[in-house]
Nanobody, 124 residues
Framework: QVQLVESGGGLVQAGGSLRLSCAASGRTFGSYAMGWFRQAPGKEREFVARISKSGGGPYYTNSVKGRFTISRDNAKNTVYLQMNSLIPEDTAVYFC?????????????????WGQGTQVTVSS
């Protein structure tokens, strides 16, 4: 398993942008596909985006397609989530997570290590 620490959250106006980072410890970061999830108050944690071990195969939930971009830098043990054109409905705590599955996994049970989360608040 890896230890994950998210950063980059904050308060932004609708239409603005934020870039989240997730730093991983350990030498095996490149062995894991990575995902971003979010959890709004009173709602279940939901899948946002996923990227393969090598950085290919990005996959997004429909509500963020065209606005969010997931990427990773294996040399820096970091995965990113660039969020543009933010809307109030994007307000949530954002989590990164790792999975050993090579296929696309969107359920939380498919991920075995999680960060503590970073708050994103989008004001209207």
């Amino acid at each position: 398993q890896v230890q994950l620490v998210e950063s980059g959250g904050g308060l932004v106006q609708a239409g603005g942008s934020l870039r989240l980072s997730c730093a991983a410890s350990g030498r095996t970061f490149g062995s894991y596909a990575m995902g971003w999830f979010r959890q709004a108050p009173g709602k279940e944690r939901e899948f946002v985006a996923r990227i393969s071990k090598s950085g290919g195969g990005p996959y997004y939930t429909n509500s963020v397609k065209g606005r969010f971009t997931i990427s990773r830098d294996n040399a820096k043990n970091t995965v990113y989530l660039q969020m543009n054109s933010l809307i109030p409905e994007d307000t949530a705590v954002y989590f990164c997570a790792s999975t050993q599955y090579s296929n696309i996994v969107i359920g939380i049970d498919g991920y075995d290590s999680w960060g503590q989360g970073t708050q994103v608040t989008v004001s209207s």
